[in-house]
């Protein structure tokens, strides 16, 4: 059977690239970086070489990137480190009603400790809103947590000016940058961001890794505790074949951006002129421009998204749904919900992400199967009237 | 999550529709809920002889319809009442913990569309005893 990946957002293949230079880790450099004889050694010169790329990727120093089991890690880290670390200064902390699930959880666990977090609403397209923000931001506020591309519909934050404003009433800003990452510039300096969350496998990078930037002189609590890697931040012996991997990953991600992205953005334009075209009863979701180049949420009405999203897996093709139903939520989609779209519309939600090798016919052949299915399960649904066929 | 022989329920659900003049019709679900099933019966004799439904929702949601109709087709009313949802559970085999509540809604569906049909015929009685009155 035929199989069409277009779940990227969810994770990516593992480049050639990358897996090259992973390869060696495995067997040849595999000593732990800690150690103090040459095998040790060499790992660590494999380990501070990632740590170079990344930095150099995102413009910061390499003594600023941490490195974690992942994007989860890296923002429980951020939100729970530095409240912890910063409660001397204040008890509020800020954070957007669309974020990943890591950053809401570990809010909501900060609220168990005695913190106040507000959880500041969007609009339609999924945009903070900077008047919101003044109005919630305080004295008592020491963290400002906003996701620089969201995961679910690709709206991407004005970040630059969500951090000045957040420095002008001295509070720190992290944002969770995991799918925005290789789609848009990152410059941590020019961009004044003083906490960012990265994951390797979005950018053709393995599983398992990601990395914390943390601004230097910024104060965090650990989360990790035993041992003294990452400069005494984060115990546990190092992912070194990770970090490598992460490490070209990152590299390639920023030297081929504008090609990828111009390639994305293609597929996405091309992907929607063909939805106009060949359906009716359907909404796209998220920012009209201000989003990811790859990403396409759409929602079919009067039809509910993991029937579609189970139709085209039995077809080969790979997507996720925009609603939780599929991952054993039966609520809806809490982005979906903060963007006001109304729950019988965000049933019907899936979310298509393309990728660096996605073909042209990879995505005639989606749209085609797409056809059949959203008509089949039209015709099972009791919603569908004869004028909305 | 699922198993083949759901997938194939679902892949090719039969009796698909709504029955035109149907004896009994049963709704339940919301499609906040993100469920709406459907079913329509045609009784003879106190027997249903056709069912067909129309679900808005999930793969166990549909594959649960289409089995709650093959199952009823040619059962008396009183054996389609007695229906419960265990009975579409064991043809559908394993469905996850989280959808076994669509199966429940196909037994509530079965009820009302078996309500629908007491109530439907107890209209019709009334309107001929009146017209015997007359």
């Excluded at chain 1, 450099?29 to 095998?39: A, D, E, I, K, V």
């Excluded at chain 1, 510039?185 to 053709?204: E, F, P, Q, T």
């Excluded at chain 1, 910024?218 to 546990?236: A, F, S, T, V, Y």
């Excluded at chain 2, 594959?63 to 949802?85: D, F, H, P, R, Y």
Aim: hydrophobic share 40%; with cysteine.
């Amino acid at each position: 059977m035929r199989r069409v990946y277009l779940d990227n957002a969810a994770t990516t293949y593992v480049s050639n690239e990358v897996l090259t230079e992973m390869l060696p880790i495995f067997n040849t450099t595999y000593g732990n970086p800690s150690s103090l004889h040459g095998f040790g050694r060499d790992a660590m010169a494999e380990l501070d070489k990632a740590r170079d790329r990344i930095a150099k990727a995102i413009n910061c120093k390499p003594t600023e990137i941490y490195f974690t089991s992942g994007g989860t890690e890296a923002n429980n880290w951020a939100l729970i480190g530095l409240a912890m670390a910063n409660r001397n200064k204040g008890n509020h902390i800020i954070t957007s009603q669309i974020e990943h699930h890591s950053v809401l959880d570990s809010c909501k666990y900060l609220e168990t400790q005695g913190f106040r977090v507000t959880y500041l609403p969007v609009d339609e397209c999924g945009l903070v809103s900077i008047a919101d923000l003044l109005h919630y931001l305080d004295q008592d506020t020491i963290l400002v947590s906003i996701i620089g591309a969201n995961n679910e519909i690709g709206t991407i934050q004005n970040i630059e000016t969500i951090a000045r404003i957040c420095h002008e009433k001295n509070a720190i800003f992290h944002t969770d940058c995991v799918q925005a990452l290789g789609a848009i510039n990152l410059d941590v300096v020019g961009m004044d961001i003083d906490a960012m969350s990265i994951s390797g496998h979005k950018v053709y990078g393995p599983k398992g890794i990601g990395a914390l930037y943390l601004k230097s002189g910024i104060k965090i609590n650990n989360l990790i505790h035993g041992g003294n890697q990452e400069r005494g931040k984060r115990g546990g012996t190092n992912n070194v074949v990770g970090a490598v991997g992460m490490g070209k990953a990152v590299e390639i991600a920023v030297r081929d951006m504008s090609i990828n992205n111009k390639k994305l953005r293609n597929m996405r334009e091309f992907f929607i002129s063909e939805l106009n075209k060949r359906f009716t009863n359907f909404k796209i979701n998220g920012h009209p421009a201000q989003k990811l180049p790859g990403l396409v949420n759409v929602s079919f009405e009067f039809i509910e998204g993991e029937s579609i999203l189970m139709m085209l897996d039995l077809a080969g093709i790979a997507v996720s749904t925009g609603s939780a139903c599929s991952s054993n939520s039966l609520e809806q989609s809490h982005v979906l919900k903060a963007i006001g779209l109304p729950a019988e519309i965000g049933q019907g939600s899936i979310r298509i992400s393309f990728g660096k090798s996605t073909t042209k016919d990879e995505v005639v052949y989606t749209l085609d199967q797409l056809e059949i299915i959203v008509k089949k399960l039209r015709d099972i649904s009791p919603l569908t009237t004869k004028r909305s066929k | 999550m699922y198993t083949k022989k759901v997938m194939n329920i679902f892949q090719n659900p039969k009796h698909v529709g709504v029955i035109r003049g149907a004896d009994g019709v049963g709704q339940v679900g919301n499609a906040v809920c993100g469920d709406i099933m459907k079913i329509t019966i045609k009784v003879e004799d106190n027997k249903i002889v056709d069912a067909k439904f129309k679900t808005f929702g999930c793969v166990a949601a549909i594959a649960s319809s289409s089995v709650a109709c093959g199952l009823i087709i040619g059962k008396t009313l009183e054996e389609a009442k007695a229906l419960t949802n265990k009975q579409v559970l064991e043809v559908l085999g394993e469905v996850p913990a989280n959808k076994i509540h669509c199966s429940v809604l196909a037994e509530e569906a079965i009820n009302l569309a078996i309500e629908d049909y007491h109530k439907k015929q107890e209209k019709l009685a009334r309107k001929l005893e009146k017209q015997n009155k007359k």
